[in-house]
C-alpha cells in the first residue's frame, strides 16, 4: 500500500506572482496575514519544524522528503501548471526532477484550471487561461515524458501515473486521451495509466470517466457535491462564510461502501480551511481531533486491501496546502500529531494521541521505512553472497522462508546457496505474476534497484533496499498475517531510537532538535519575517553575521559589538556608518540587574530601528523579573510570546515595534 500526498509548489517568488499580486509575493503571504473569522476558528496556522520555507532551496526540499519519509508518506503528487507549453510554479519540481533529490517517489497531477483572482472573489479576472482550441497533446506528452522516465516516478503495473484534476473542462476529451497514449508510445512508454478527478468541478459519471479512456478515479476530498451534511454550523454571522463539521462529514464516509468495479483510489485530508485565501467567502471543515483523521484513513486503506499491489494507493489532501489550512506539516498548535495519526493508520497501529506522557518516545524514533506486506507473498533475496547470508539468517530469524536467491551473475542460476535456490533476474520476470517481494542485499542495490523499477516493481510495495537495516515482526489480524519490515535511525545525542544496529544512521532526534536554542531563533525569526508582510527576497543578510553561530556586529563601537545577536536589513549606508535594521534579535545580558539600565539600554536599541522595524529581545530566566518595568514603559509596542517548549536558557521573548 502506498500513501501519497498532493504537493503544493508555490512557496516561492516567480515572475507571474510579482506581476499579479505585488513583488515577492508567495503563498506565505496569505497564510501569515489570515484573521481568526469566529469563537475558536484556528488561524492563523504558522508553520513549526519546517518554517515559512522557500522551495527555491533544496534544504527546504530535503527537509520535507525526510519528515515526509519519517512518517509514512511514500511519495508526492506534485501540481503540474501547463498552459500550452508555458508553466507557472515550475522551478521547485524541475529542481527535483534535475538534480534527482530529494530521493522521495513521486508522480504529477495536471491543475488544467484557469489562473484567476478568485483570492479577491474576482472569478471572472482570469489571469492565466487554459485554451483548449491551440492545447497540443503531444508537444505536452514529449514533456512529461522526461518525468515519467525518471526512476523515482510512481507506476502503476509498470505505467506511469498521470492525473487530471479538471478533466470534464477538456473538449474533446476521448481524442485527447489516445492522443496521449500514442504520443507516449513514441516516447518509449507501452502504457500510461490515467487516473481522473471526481471533485465538486467534474460533471461526468464513473462510467463515462472510464468509456472515455481514463484507467482508474480518485476522490479528491473535499468534495461538497459529495460530501454530506446534515446543516451548516452556526458559529458566524459572516454572509458567505460556510462552516460544516468535520466529525460528522467523516461519520457519514465511513458508512459508504464501494459499488462497483472501476479502480477508485480514496483521498482523505486532515482538515479544511481556505479562508487565507477566500476571506469571509471560506468553507471551512476545521478538525482538532487526529484521532478522526485516522478512523477515516484506516477505512480508505481497507477500501483499496483488495486491489492488487501497484493499485493499493490512497491519496491525502495535502502536504503543505497552507492557504487552505489542509496540511500534514507541522504547525505551532497541533505539532506533528496528524503525521503520528498518517504512521499509526498506515501501519495498521492503534491510535495513540500525542500526549506529554507517550511524545518523549514517539518523537525520539526516527523512523525511515516501514513495509507491511501479506505472508503469502513469496519472499526473494537479490545477491547469493555474503550479505545475502547475512539477510537469510535475519529472515529465518523472523520465521520467515525466503524461496530463492537471485544473482545478477548468470553463472549462479540453477545452482545452490546456502541450500536456497539461485534464480537469475530473467527468471523473475517470468514469475512477476506471483506479486513476489524481493530484498536487495548487494552493495549494487542501485542498479537492481532500476532493473526492478524496469519490470513493473514498486520501492516498498515489492521490494526493499535496506533488509540489513530491517527490525523485522510479524502482525496477525483476523484474517491475514503480515510480515513487518522497519528501519530506522538513533539519535547521537540522547541515544534514543527504535533500532540501534551497526548499520543505523547517527542522527539527532526530533526531541532533541526542538531543544535547540538555533532552532527556537529559526522559528522566532521565520515567524516574524512573515507576519511583518514583507517578502524573504528583499531582505539582505549582513555578510559578516552568521545566522546560527550568533556572532556581534564589530563594525562600530557600540553595544551592538557584544549584544546584538541577529539583524536583517534593508537601509543600510556602509559609507557613513549608517545602520538601520529592520529587525534585531537582542539578548539582554546578565550585566544589565535593574530595570532602569535594561529600558535604557532598549531605548538606545531602538535607536537603530528602521521605521516599522521589529527589536526582538531574548530572555534568560534570570531576567524574568524585568518583564513587568518593560511591558509597562513599552505598553503600546509590547508583544510577549511564550517558547519554553525548546527548554533552553531562553524562556521567554518580547517583541517591540
Not at 55 to 67: F, G, I, M, W
Not at 240 to 245: A, D
Not at 252 to 269: A, G, R, S, Y
Not at 282 to 307: F, G, P
Request: aromatic letters at 12%.
Amino acid at each position: 500500500m502506498r500513501t501519497i500526498a498532493f504537493y503544493l509548489p508555490q512557496f516561492h517568488p516567480f515572475a507571474e506572482n510579482d506581476e499579479w499580486w505585488g513583488k515577492g509575493f508567495t503563498e506565505w503571504t496569505n497564510v501569515a496575514k489570515s484573521k481568526s473569522l469566529f469563537n475558536g476558528h484556528y488561524q492563523p496556522q504558522i508553520p513549526a519544524d519546517l518554517g515559512f520555507y522557500d522551495l527555491r532551496l533544496p534544504e527546504a526540499r530535503e527537509a520535507q522528503a525526510n519528515l515526509a519519509q519519517q512518517y509514512g508518506i511514500d511519495a508526492f503528487c506534485y501540481y503540474h501548471y501547463w498552459f500550452n507549453g508555458k508553466m507557472l510554479m515550475e522551478k521547485p519540481f524541475l529542481e527535483v526532477l534535475h538534480s534527482g533529490a530529494p530521493n522521495h517517489d513521486f508522480c504529477l497531477c495536471w491543475a488544467n484550471e484557469n489562473w484567476t483572482r478568485r483570492w479577491d472573489g474576482l472569478n471572472h479576472e482570469i489571469l492565466m487561461e487554459q485554451n483548449y482550441a491551440t492545447y497540443d497533446p503531444e508537444e505536452h506528452m514529449q514533456w512529461l515524458a522526461q518525468a515519467f522516465q525518471d526512476q523515482r516516478y510512481i507506476q502503476i503495473n509498470g505505467a506511469p501515473l498521470f492525473l487530471i484534476y479538471r478533466a470534464s473542462d477538456i473538449p474533446n476529451l476521448k481524442e485527447i486521451i489516445l492522443r496521449w497514449r500514442k504520443a507516449a508510445k513514441k516516447q518509449g512508454f507501452d502504457k500510461i495509466h490515467l487516473c481522473c478527478a471526481n471533485n465538486s468541478q467534474n460533471i461526468l459519471s464513473r462510467e463515462q470517466i472510464i468509456d472515455l479512456g481514463f484507467d482508474s478515479i480518485y476522490e479528491f476530498a473535499p468534495n461538497l457535491k459529495s460530501f454530506e451534511f446534515d446543516e451548516q454550523l452556526s458559529l458566524s454571522n459572516i454572509p458567505g462564510l460556510n462552516i460544516y463539521s468535520y466529525p460528522q462529514m467523516v461519520e457519514k464516509e465511513l458508512q459508504k461502501q464501494p459499488n462497483d468495479d472501476i479502480i477508485t483510489f480514496p483521498c482523505v485530508f486532515p482538515s479544511w480551511d481556505n479562508s487565507p485565501r477566500r476571506g469571509n467567502n471560506a468553507t471551512v471543515i476545521q478538525n482538532e481531533d487526529a484521532q478522526v483523521y485516522y478512523n477515516w484513513l484506516r477505512k480508505a486503506i481497507d477500501n483499496v486491501e483488495s486491489y492488487s499491489s501497484d493499485e493499493q494507493i490512497v491519496f491525502i489532501n495535502a502536504w503543505n496546502e497552507w492557504a487552505e489550512g489542509c496540511h500534514l506539516e507541522p504547525d505551532l498548535k497541533h505539532g506533528k500529531k496528524f503525521l503520528e495519526a498518517t504512521f499509526q493508520a498506515v501501519n495498521g497501529l492503534p491510535f495513540q494521541a500525542q500526549t506529554s506522557s507517550n511524545l518523549k518516545s514517539q518523537t525520539a524514533i526516527v523512523r525511515d521505512m516501514t513495509v507491511r506486506i501479506d505472508q503469502k507473498r513469496p519472499i526473494y533475496i537479490w545477491g547469493a553472497g555474503s550479505s545475502g547470508q547475512q539477510a537469510l539468517n535475519i529472515l529465518k530469524g523472523a520465521g520467515i522462508s525466503v524461496t530463492a536467491f537471485i544473482d545478477s551473475n548468470p553463472e549462479k542460476a540453477g545452482t545452490l546457496f546456502c541450500d536456497v535456490p539461485v534464480i537469475s533476474k530473467q527468471q523473475l520476470l517470468d514469475i512477476t505474476s506471483l506479486k513476489p517481494f524481493v530484498c536487495i542485499a548487494s552493495i549494487f542495490y542501485e542498479e537492481i534497484q532500476t532493473s526492478l523499477n524496469t519490470i513493473g516493481l514498486s520501492k516498498n510495495a515489492d521490494y526493499i533496499t535496506n533488509i540489513l537495516q530491517c527490525s523485522i515482526s510479524i502482525q496477525q489480524s483476523e484474517e491475514r498475517t503480515y510480515y513487518i519490515f522497519e528501519s530506522g535511525t538513533y539519535c547521537n545525542i540522547c541515544g534514543s531510537g527504535k533500532f540501534q544496529t551497526d548499520h543505523s544512521s547517527n542522527i539527532i532526534c526530533s526531541k532533541c532538535m526542538s531543544n535547540s536554542e538555533e532552532r527556537m531563533l529559526i522559528e522566532l525569526l521565520s515567524e516574524e519575517l512573515a507576519i511583518s508582510g514583507l517578502p524573504l527576497s528583499q531582505w539582505t543578510e549582513l555578510s559578516h553575521l552568521k545566522m546560527l553561530s550568533i556572532n556581534a556586529l564589530s563594525k562600530s563601537n557600540t553595544f551592538f559589538q557584544h549584544n546584538l545577536d541577529i539583524a536583517f536589513k534593508t537601509d543600510l549606508n556602509l559609507d557613513n556608518q549608517l545602520y538601520k535594521f529592520d529587525f534585531i534579535l537582542l539578548r539582554i545580558p546578565e550585566t544589565l540587574q535593574t530595570s532602569t539600565s535594561v529600558i535604557s539600554f532598549i531605548q538606545h536599541a531602538k535607536f537603530s530601528l528602521s521605521p516599522g522595524g521589529k527589536l526582538i529581545i531574548l530572555m534568560n530566566p534570570g531576567a524574568e523579573n524585568l518583564i513587568p518595568a518593560i511591558r509597562q514603559e513599552f505598553h503600546s509596542y509590547y508583544i510577549e510570546r511564550e517558547y519554553s517548549r525548546f527548554k533552553t536558557h531562553i524562556q521567554k521573548v518580547i517583541i517591540i515595534h
